[in-house]
């Protein structure tokens, strides 16, 4: 195993896109940010030298951190954020882990232009479980504002309103053709014919699913989250933001161009959403296309085809059958959703007959500290910067997804965990439901990979609807989509001991309070124990 070293200098760069130049928030100066490659088993030490006016941390999304909790990232959970001028260095070893994940900011909005991928190849002499591929490509999506992103949440979160829309939608940081002042930008994949090419797509967006489709071409699913699937073949992908799915391309064509093209799954009703369609080209580099050959054009959904999305996340398995986790010592039962809150005094809300919106887990709507990380004050003993109870199950039942009555709508602000011992096997039931309105919420939780038992439509119901569970080879992932009024069920050992954030991946929902923290104990000996934290981590 090797060890890796990068240097990252956040910083302010401008950059050109939709006939506009603004300064955006980078790494290094490149955007997308840029690509690390390593191996399962390999270390990473990242220095990040912070010399943007805005605080920032790094997030290594879907890395399971085992006891390095500390290098994990999300700002106030598991460290301060580094300030200007300041640094830090994230340093973590890669166990087990093999596929496509990403690293982002995980400080405001920054994640909208801080983001690159991060690629863990097989260990030395080691072989992908499936046909070598000829190329990769990281394929990057992403959203692009026109203005600065920390502008548009201020605004949103000063108002209590839905935030603004993005301007395009982006392959590895470019609109592509369809766009204004883009075309010859336009990323482009060289791919030889007959040759197999490994497409690493990663949903780099801030709010949007996104469904992904290539002209003329299939596409073989093999890893997604790091994780080796089951291979199925499909035409379309969806993936939430948060999400990667590897595919395995044959050039199998006509030697010409093709598009790969990008638009939003948005399973929400009535909410307002970027409905433009980025592209890249996958060009078959034989020295024999001339430049007036146009991309063929391929299908795509429509925007609200939940049936589609549904279809595509069913065909998800493990590559092989696992062993799965139990007894299960903790059932817990989470609501996720929406909600509306009170305009506070003298301010004029945005959200509808003058209330702001606000969303919540089991009606507590999170809040992060503002002085201090849950992980310091959890490891220092602190009293005051969080509580240890959050709610196993909602305060009330009801009909979570049906015609919910407005006395429902106010979720509780607060900033609780709930506490696991080590080594505790959890289910949690992630019930979607429809106060405000209803949405495919992709959650994340940090620190770990989980098994996704089932899920479904309408409210979960415990008497039914466990004869579903697949528990011979269900998919490991980081992020599930929770259904539009419906409900998810994952399953995980608590064997890595730190602060965990679980929150819905939409970042516009983070920033309401979607979003909660698991505090998983120290198990016994040194070996599930937390590390100590490192001495340069910034001060609170
Ligand atoms: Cu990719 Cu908490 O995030």
């Known amino acids: 195993a090797e060890v890796h070293y990068h240097d990252f200098i956040v910083q302010a760069t401008p950059v050109n896109k939709l006939c506009k130049t603004h300064n955006i928030i980078t790494v290094n100066g490149q955007f997308p940010g840029p690509t690390i490659e390593i191996r399962n088993g390999d270390t990473l030490v990242v220095s990040v030298v912070n010399r943007a006016q805005y605080n920032v941390t790094i997030h290594w999304h879907g890395i ?77 999506l992403g959203e692009w504002w026109n203005q600065d992103p920390i502008t548009v949440v201020r605004q949103a979160t000063q108002t209590g309103a839905a935030p603004n829309i993005s301007d395009a939608f982006t392959i590895n940081g470019e609109p592509g053709d369809l766009y204004n002042c883009s075309s010859q930008s336009t990323t482009t994949f060289p791919v030889k014919p007959n040759q197999i090419n490994l497409l690493r797509f990663i949903n780099a967006a801030l709010n949007d699913e996104l469904f992904v489709s290539i002209a003329g071409h299939s596409m073989t699913v093999v890893s997604a989250d790091a ?83 549904t279809a595509f996340s069913r065909q998800f398995f493990s590559a092989s059958p696992v ?28 959200g509808p007959n003058g209330t702001r ?45 049906g015609n919910v009555s407005r006395a429902l709508w106010q979720p509780v602000p607060a900033t609780k965990v709930y506490r696991l011992k080590y080594g505790a096997v959890v289910e949690l039931v992630l019930q979607g439901t429809s106060i405000v309105t209803a949405e495919n919420h992709p ?61 819905c991946h939409l970042d516009v929902h983070i920033t309401w309070g979607l979003a909660m923290a698991f505090l998983v104990d120290n198990g016994v000996g040194e070996l599930e124990a937390l590390e100590a934290p490192p001495e340069d981590l910034p001060p609170c």
């Not at 190849?121 to 490509?137: C, D, I, L, S, V």
């Not at 598009?259 to 970027?274: E, K």
């Not at 809040?367 to 009293?383: E, K, M, N, Y």
């Open 64 to 140: 399971r951190q085992m006891r390095t909790a500390w290098a994990d990232g999300p700002e106030f959970v598991t460290q301060c954020p580094i300030r200007p001028g300041g640094h830090y260095t994230y340093r973590f070893t890669v166990q087990g882990q093999e596929g496509t994940l990403w690293w982002h900011a995980h400080s405001s909005w920054l994640r909208a232009t801080v983001y690159g991928a991060l690629i863990i190849h097989p260990k030395e002499g080691n072989n992908y479980p499936f046909a070598q591929p000829n190329r990769e490509f990281p394929v990057i």
């Open 227 to 309: 994780s080796y699937t089951k291979p199925f073949t499909t035409s379309v992908l969806m993936l939430g933001p948060g999400q990667t799915t590897d595919v395995l391309v044959t050039t199998n064509q006509p030697s010409s161009r093709y598009y790969i093209a990008a638009r939003a799954y948005a399973s929400a009703q009535g909410v307002a959403f970027d409905n433009t369609t980025t592209t890249a080209i996958l060009e078959y580099d034989c020295g024999c296309l001339s430049n007036s050959i146009k991309p063929a054009f391929p299908t795509l959904p429509a925007f609200n085809d939940t049936a589609t999305a």
């Open 323 to 350: 062993k799965i986790p139990s007894p299960v010592t903790d059932n817990l039962f989470f609501t996720v959703g929406l909600g509306l809150l009170p305009c506070q005094p003298g301010r004029t809300c945005g």
């Open 357 to 401: 919106f606000s969303a919540s887990i089991n009606n507590v709507s999170f809040v992060l500290p503002q002085s201090f990380s849950i992980l310091q004050a959890h490891h220092l003993g602190v009293a005051g910067v969080f509580s240890a109870d959050f709610p196993p199950s909602p305060p009330i039942q009801f009909d979570y997804t």
């Open 443 to 503: 959650i994340h939780l940090h620190g770990y990979d989980f098994y996704i038992l089932a899920e479904g439509f309408g409210n979960f119901n415990r008497a039914t609807d466990t004869a579903k569970f697949n528990l011979v080879n269900p998919p490991l992932r980081n992020t599930v989509g929770v259904p539009v009024n419906g409900w998810a069920v994952i399953r995980f050992v608590a064997d890595n001991p730190g602060v965990w954030l679980l929150h």
